[in-house]
């Protein structure tokens, strides 16, 4: 089974061939160097530059594996695209070029959900997805967009129990980068100067860690910014003031921890609940040492994680969403492009307590 495939969801241009369960080629263009002046994505740009990188990308992922454009007749099986949730007009541009290909290929196209790539994107090892989750299985999503919790009991079938009601945590990392100084993408950078701290540093909150499956991370980002105009002066921001950088590694590695405790505290608190022994993580922030050391020391879960190189976003996620269900025979396919796109929830509740 040959699938192409195509991400244009957020900042990353990709495009992928996969064959049976083995990676042929995975290209992606990152577009973070076009937005770190803003420290942050900026749609209209992401679009354009998505329009302009895909052709490239395209033909990379093929040259990679064997192909050349134009795409003759039967080279594929199948072609898909993530149709959701991201930046509308980034998402026209995977959908239309995905349309383009299937048309030349005569090959149906798949529609598939962005987040249930980063999910899948834990079975690659080694350019092959041989390590097939184990069902049921407690899911965690942490990107720049989204941040949620699913039960998961195969595959397609998600209920989302919580999700962030306000800034998901990879917002919150390139946030709280912003406000220290900090390159963009903040995650990284966060990761970076927290790694050289050293000492006793500030404890910041940890948010609605009880009552709610649900997750908030505008706060926590608030005590950053009131614990640094304490030390610098209220204005600190207008008047570009910066803490010094031992200093700076000391909130940042606060700020980490305080993440990282309370998707640990959450996930594990909702596998208990629901009575399952494994955990899966995905999405860029997954990508980060301390958060998965934090998951390490779980002693009762099976956690699992993707290789660093598919956390964040990549078009052989999407290709393994549409061999999964094509393995699976019987879906519903939605070719819909929805920036909003979710997957169903348990009702608050009713279903399950804290
Ligand atoms: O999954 P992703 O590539 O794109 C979305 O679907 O949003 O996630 C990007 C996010 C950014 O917010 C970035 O700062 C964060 O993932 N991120 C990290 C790390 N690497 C990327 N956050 C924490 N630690 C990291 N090492
Ligand atoms: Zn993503």
Redesign the pocket.
């Known amino acids: 089974m040959r699938i192409l495939a195509f991400e244009t969801?957020?900042d990353?241009t990709s495009a992928a061939v996969m064959e049976g369960d083995r990676l042929r080629s995975n290209s992606v263009f990152s577009q973070i160097e076009l937005h770190r002046k803003y420290s942050g994505v900026v749609p209209e740009l992401a679009s354009r530059a998505h329009l302009e990188k895909i052709p490239f990308v395209l033909k990379g992922a093929l040259g990679a594996a064997g192909f050349r454009l134009p795409l003759r007749a039967g080279a594929f099986d199948a072609v898909a695209f993530s149709r959701g949730p991201g930046l509308p007009g980034a998402l026209m541009v995977g959908r239309v070029a995905a349309e383009a290909a299937a048309e030349l290929a005569g090959a149906p196209l798949i529609g598939v959900n962005?987040l249930e790539g980063?999910l899948l994107a834990c079975e690659f090892e080694g350019g092959r997805a041989c390590r097939p989750l184990q069902f049921p299985l407690l899911a965690l999503i942490v990107?720049?967009?989204?941040t949620e919790i699913w039960h998961a009991r195969g595959y397609g079938d998600y209920k989302v129990l919580g999700r962030t009601r306000d800034d998901a945590a990879?917002?919150a990392?390139?946030k709280v980068a912003k406000l220290l100084g900090l390159p963009y993408?903040?995650?990284?950078s966060?990761?970076k100067a927290a790694a050289g701290a050293r000492g006793k540093a500030h404890k910041f909150p940890r948010p609605l860690m009880e009552g709610t499956w649900d997750f908030s991370f505008s706060g926590l980002k608030t005590a950053v910014s009131y614990y640094l105009a304490k030390e610098l002066g209220q204005d600190f921001y207008k008047r570009g003031l910066r803490l010094p950088p031992a200093k700076r590694a000391l909130v940042c590695r606060a700020f980490q921890d305080a993440v990282a405790e309370t998707l640990v505290h959450k996930a594990a608190a909702a596998a208990r609940r629901l009575g399952l022994k494994r955990i899966a993580v995905g999405?860029?922030?997954s990508?980060?040492k301390a958060i998965r050391a934090a998951f390490a020391r779980l002693a009762d879960f099976e956690t699992r994680f993707s290789e660093k190189a598919y956390?964040?976003?990549n078009a052989a996620m999407v290709a393994l969403c549409a061999r999964r269900r094509l393995q699976a025979g019987k879906f519903a396919n939605s070719l819909r492009v929805d920036p909003v796109l979710a997957l169903p929830g348990w009702k608050q509740g009713t279903l399950l307590t804290i």
């Open positions: 969801t957020c990353e962005h980063h990107s720049g967009g989204h990879g917002e990392f390139d993408p903040g995650g990284p966060v990761e999405g860029g922030v990508a980060n956390c964040s976003d």
